[in-house]
């Protein structure tokens, strides 16, 4: 009897969990094989990418990588990028030129960047969705230091989660001023979080020196000018862009179902609709719930549960998805944040202490606990064999 192939397409949050729970659950079986496939070889805590963009963080300090995570894990491991995917052979071929036959599937290649038409995003803007866009804001910025000096003019566009992050964390350089300004389209920052929290957040923004612009969509973004609908205009040195995410572009409009943000339609157990034998987790499920880590972790666990379930039971326990409020935190600054629990809301230095034990804990859930707790306590990266990070100066 052939060996059954469980892959997993993408090791982020979602796809990183889905693979350890479903090695705990059937990596002793021998009918079954764990397949994790990503692009990169580490890990990506993306969490911590606004502070690699500030130079507070070297790039390698937000990634692990796999060989630390798997490393007596009955999980393999391939390093390549997928580059087709036929649901009917059930099979995918990659960049290495293999070809790969799953059992079940699980797609977990999160969210790309969506510049929703405006002109200019994809050649003048930077976005931050890895640690080599992370690096490359940092690296722009100490090129205009050099050639410009200050004030740096930075436009944030968009004022979510991301761009409430970045625009606070950039303000820190005052060795290297930065004039900066975030541009939302919507009348209050976080327009998807309570208004309180709103109205926190821009008070601390403005606070830090950070001009606010809401209710201004923008038009175009050239080199050194970004152009809003209402024809204002705003010098720029460095556009980055927050604004807005997207379902990953590798899916086949033609051939899976997809909503409006490009996410695929799953069913309660978090199957694609059509296709009993793939599944989806973190942004690529259209859940109904709030894109974030969180939501990827539990999507993970609960795709590892169904195919174990489906694996040993000719009548399977599938256990559905849970529509639920993930709990978030937005730093603006170093040493302030607000949070949301439930219906808990606190800001300033508790919701920092908040955001360092979710990395503890996140960090105990993929490595063993003794390396866990010595690169959360002592703040250093020699865990994954990288020097300690010091912080880099503009």
Request: proline share 6%.
């Amino acid at each position: 009897m052939p060996v059954k192939n469980i892959v997993i397409l993408g090791g982020g949050f979602g796809g990183l969990r889905a693979a350890l729970n479903l090695e705990k659950k059937l990596g002793s079986n021998p009918d079954y094989q764990i397949t994790l496939i990503d692009q990169n070889t580490f890990h990506l805590y993306t969490a911590s990418l606004y502070e690699v963009a500030s130079g507070e963080l070297s790039p390698h300090c937000v990634l692990v990588p796999y060989a630390k995570i798997l490393r007596g894990k009955k999980i393999k491991f391939l390093n390549a990028t997928a580059t087709k995917l036929d649901p009917r052979t059930k099979a995918i071929e990659t960049s290495s030129g293999e070809k790969i036959i799953y059992w079940k599937l699980v797609l977990a290649l999160g969210s790309d960047t969506e510049d929703f038409g405006i002109k200019g995003v994809g050649e003048n803007a930077v976005g931050l969705k890895s640690s080599a866009d992370a690096e490359r804001i940092y690296q722009h910025l100490l090129r205009c230091a050099v050639t410009k000096g200050a004030p740096i003019e930075v436009v944030v566009g968009g004022g979510g989660f991301t761009g409430v992050e970045i625009a606070g964390e950039l303000t820190q350089h005052r060795k290297c001023p930065l004039a900066i300004t975030v541009v939302e389209a919507a009348p209050r920052l976080l327009p998807g979080m309570p208004e309180r929290i709103s109205k926190e957040v821009a008070k601390k923004l403005n606070f830090l020196g950070v001009r606010v612009l809401t209710s201004s969509p923008i038009k175009e973004v050239k080199e050194q000018e970004v152009t809003l609908v209402s024809g204002k205009k705003i010098p720029t040195d460095l556009t980055v862009w927050t604004a807005g995410v997207r379902g990953s572009r590798f899916l086949n409009p033609e051939i899976f179902p997809l909503d409006k943000k490009k996410s695929l339609l799953v069913d309660k157990n978090l199957r694609v609709k059509g296709f009993k034998d793939i599944f989806a987790v973190g942004d690529l499920a259209s859940t109904g719930v709030a894109w974030t880590a969180t939501k990827a972790e539990e999507d993970g666990k609960v795709v590892a549960h169904n195919i174990a379930e489906i694996a040993k039971s000719k009548k399977p326990s599938l256990k559905p998805y849970k529509v639920f409020e993930p709990p978030l935190i937005v730093p603006a600054g170093k040493k302030w944040a607000i949070a949301k629990v439930g219906k808990i809301i606190a800001s300033g230095p508790l919701a920092v202490v908040l955001k360092n034990f979710v990395l503890l804990y996140y960090l105990v859930t993929i490595l063993p606990l003794t390396k866990a707790l010595k690169a959360w306590w002592s703040g250093e990266c020699e865990v994954l064999q990288i020097k300690t990070p010091q912080q880099r100066i503009l």
